[in-house]
């Protein structure tokens, strides 16, 4: 199949044969599994799924197939082979998506998921060696390979290299051409991916572990392999007291009963002692049930009359006796807010996680959880939607739902949690739910919600740094979106995209505490934020990339003089400073970079990031991988223009040059909110941090000249897969000299951008002049003999007398934006061309143009002479959609230095 070995030896000697029934593709960018698997119906594909569990107590992830954000294993849907032909078609079909195709190989010839596994197509390891490392760089770029520095450096004895292009070869065929140059590159290896991921979770011992599937639910085996809870967190479980006795149970103290603010915390009811199991049940001995957060320590307090003095008082008295978290799962609405928010606001002071449930009625949230500064805890059912009275459970209730606005706040259900059938400790003898020590079947979202508190105390006690925001901010923004309701970004709601049903979806335990958030800052105060914040929303102009001419490692992107130059006829160099502002470290980071050979206003998500065409350059990545980032640490990627490139990418042959536009975009393996998010619409370089760009030119301007300078300053606005027919654009000449002339253009001729091709934009403008439809396109018409025609195509008639192999290309008549609105300004027709004189200090102009118009544009300046060595002057160029928010913009910098 398409040159793969049919066999090949391991590095354990084993043989393996190829599986020709399954593939493993690897996309250009991010997929989700729901995306892929309708990507994947176009070319007979399905995707690969783990076996059902060997056992019932098995953990749900011992055999997860190791699907990450752009490789998926794939298996031909007919059952049959892929034959060549099979292969083929995916490439074509897939072309624009697709990055590359790799073999499945199995150690056994039978059906065990973990014998399969894929050695890379495009990744060698050869050995270091200093006595041929000049032989070796000879032979890695004779055979289109590439040194990956970063990977090479985390490994002590091998060079890592990955093939520039697959489409055409292989490393395998590349493997058997290099083994001619043995003694000089060793042992050379593939990278072996497994299509199982091989880790073993833990599973506790506690007794009753195989019914407690709303912890394998949650992705709980696998997040105690990194944290199974610690003693210094303490959880108040706000409730109806617990069984202080119990043997599956630890507590910090003996807790209070809240009717007489004495000790102790005992039972005045059933509920708090299963509330309690199921956040911090004691873990891994041999008793009973496993809480999630289970050597974490429980605070015991007693409800006696569940007034809102006591909720309030209960609330105060965690707040102020060491508690990390408080579980509460209760809701009423006829309790006074006046007497209970000033105490979760204290608490919210004091870093404390609220958790409440927004209870059983399968209508409203109640309050407390209306309260915004609380948890909204909702339940789930066994299918992973949210409990209904339909849900397959059997259970007749519903888990509250809904968004609402409390005291001017939009607020709703934060998270779901499972909330039926769960097993959970009871007040011992039978005193509780059940006969014995353990309730089997408690649910309610008061079972969901001391999930969600368990949750917060793993986070808090594996990063104890954490505010108890950014701990809430974990655990929403890891939610895993299941269930059959669409999720969608919502404005008021900022950790991703949710439903009223869901919230921001089903708790991942695992997801929450492996969690990384690699970032590109927009501006020098980018703390990550989503969305991004930057002053006057300029996000576009001091984000962390910069260009060098030199390889100096000198990275200041707030200093225009030191980010932004280039020198014409050698390689210049692109820093982009990537941190990781997540709590665990970011493995497998890569970082992708394009070039735009233009001014642009307005960048659109992922063509502009992912294209590769002669309007989207991709340098070449010199560090752009790097294995891991720590958490809180900073790496700086490196991409290198060629002297080629900087001369066409650049204006030099205008009349003022301008510098292209820079793109670039981060991911990472457990970046799960990036993985997870909605990248559909609006201005994701604002609402996604691992996106950026920068968009400044630097134009010098000379000093003491004795006459008026003119300075034009080209752009385009409008972007292809911008479909609205209103744009605005505003030019902001506030720092400039009062006595600076400026004019904005709206007619240039398109000479600043040679390699933009203004008319191809793809879109039928119905109804124009001479035709029914003009497509605003190239079109051609070869003649076989002499003819004299009569033709119309689109808006363009021609008559012309034509020899045999004429060949006749025209083109449509482009349409022009039209002006509907000027403030700040004077419309001015000179020569049957239009400007706008601005008057003020900033002009808005409202435009209608055709969907997908690419708008060339200028801005004149016309500087005053005796201009100060040593100034600069910004100027602002802003464009805004139909609705009046800002889409992107440009800026441009005159430096006035000394002639010569």
Known sequence: MKNFPKSLTTASRQEAYLDSKRLLLTFKKQMKQKEIASVLKKTNLLLEEAPEKRKEHDAGDWNKINHTGMRFWVKNASGENFTDADFSGIQRNLSDILDWIGPVYSLERNDDVAARFCPLPNVLLIEKTDKYRDRQDEIIKNHQLNEVAEKSRYLSRFRYLR?????????????????????ILGTIRYETMPMIKPFAPTIPNDTLWANQWNMTQINATNAWDISTGDSSVVICILDEGCDLTHPDLQFSEDGINLG??????????????ACAGIAAATFNNNEGVAGLAGNCLIMPLAFDTWSDVEVASGINYASSNGASVISMSFGWNPWDPNIIDPEIQNAFDNDLVMCVATHNHDSTITYPATNPLVMACGASSTDDNRKSPTSPDGENWGSNFGDL???????????VAPGVQIPTTDIQGGGGYDPGDYAMAFNGTSSATPLVAGLAGLIRSQYPHL???????AIERTAAKVGTLLFGEVAGFDNGSRNEEMGYGRIDAFQALDFSDVMIKDWSGDDGSEPSTPPSNNFWSYSDIVVRINDDDVFNPNDPAQSKNVERGQANFIYVQVTNNGPNEARNVEVDFRITPYVGLQFVFPDDWTLEDAMHVSPTPVAASFPSIAAGASVIAKFTISADQTDTLYGWQYLNPWHPCLLAIVTSDNDYPFISSDLSFGNLVLRKNNIAQRNLSVIDVLANATASRVIFSPFIAGNRANQETRMFIEVDRTKLPSATKVYLSLDDDEEAFPMVDFHDHGFINPGKENGEGCRCQHDEMVFLTKTIIKTKQGCCEKTITLEKGSTLSYTCRKEKAKVIQVRGGNLVVENGSRFIEITGKKLTAEFEKDPGQLVPMSVKVEFSPQLKEGDSFPLTIIQRDSKRQIVGGADTVYRVVKEG
Do not use: C, F, W
């Open 405 to 415: 606005i409390y005291n001017g706040t939009t607020t709703g259900v934060s998270v």
């Open 260 to 273: 007489t603010m004495l000790p102790t915390g005992a039972p005045t009811g059933n509920h708090g002692t």
């Open 163 to 183: 093939l520039k292009d697959t489409r055409e070869t292989n490393v395998y065929r590349i493997r058997e051409e290099l083994q001619q140059y043995k003694e």
């Open 467 to 473: 505010t108890n925001v950014e701990v809430r901010n």
